[in-house]
């Protein structure tokens, strides 16, 4: 069965410093990943989205994204938060056969001045 | 237009009330979603419609009840909920079904049941 684990329930960073949002997936064949962000009271925005091709992904806002097959992860970058980047962070796995699709558990981030 | 709308935002309802949720695309999707979502919890999924026909519904109660009148409305009708049914409920789109296609969501109507 597939599955979805982002570890980290709340990060709290400062303004302009480095991002890391983990996640890490469980599925036999190659997953169709993403990563999606909430902000309160809102719906889901693509950030970016992993199929096939060059493991590093890049997507809105600045962020970016690297597929590592051999650690099972899909972790979220950024090089300078804003506080604007202040949200919940969703990690996907959507399997081709089986139509399924799960979220992971979601990273709640605050931005500090 | 990469937009899905949704109505009403807010909605405030008592166990007995009827009431319904409206969807709507106009990105040519052909399969559409509905989400609920809890307070600091992950989206879960309720009811996939595939090209007009009702092609999930994950073991959802029948008091809640889905409609797609046509290719790009889709709706969520409500009758005799409980309060443990208030929550965010999400409407998302896709190109196709099989969910290697991005989702596209709405801003969801946040349901309140008194």
């Known amino acids: 069965a597939q599955s979805v684990t982002q570890p980290d329930i709340h990060i709290t960073v400062s303004e302009g410093a480095s991002l890391e949002l983990r996640c890490n997936y469980s599925?036999?064949?190659?997953?169709?990943l993403f990563w999606y962000v909430q902000s309160p009271g809102q719906g889901l925005q693509l950030l970016l989205k992993?199929?096939?091709?060059?493991?590093l992904v890049q997507g809105i806002k600045g962020f970016e994204a690297e597929f590592k097959r051999s650690q099972s992860s899909f972790n979220l970058r950024k090089p300078s938060v804003h506080w604007s980047d202040a949200a919940e962070y969703f990690c996907?796995?959507?399997?081709?056969?089986?139509?399924?699709?799960?979220f992971g558990t979601g990273t709640s981030l605050t931005v500090i001045p | 237009d990469t937009e899905v709308t949704q109505t009403p935002k807010h909605l405030v309802m008592g166990m007995t009330n009827k009431k319904s949720l409206k969807c709507e695309q106009h990105?040519?999707?052909?399969?559409m979603y509905w989400y609920k979502q809890k307070a600091k919890k992950p989206p879960e999924l309720m009811f996939v419609?595939?090209?007009?026909?009702?092609?999930i519904n994950e073991s959802v109660p029948s008091r809640f009840s889905p409609e797609c009148p046509n290719s790009s409305l889709l709706n969520l009708h409500l009758h005799a909920l409980q309060p443990e049914d208030s929550a965010l409920y999400l409407c998302?789109?896709?190109?196709?079904?099989?969910?290697?296609?991005?989702?596209?969501f709405g801003p969801g109507t946040r349901l309140t049941v008194l």
């Open positions: 599925y036999g064949a190659t997953p169709y």
């Open positions: 998302a789109s896709s190109r196709g079904q099989g969910y290697t296609d991005t989702q596209y």
């Open positions: 992993y199929f096939s091709g060059d493991t």
């Open positions: 990105m040519g999707h052909r399969a």
């Open positions: 419609y595939s090209y007009e026909k009702l092609s």
């Open positions: 996907a796995v959507g399997a081709a056969t089986g139509n399924q699709f799960y």
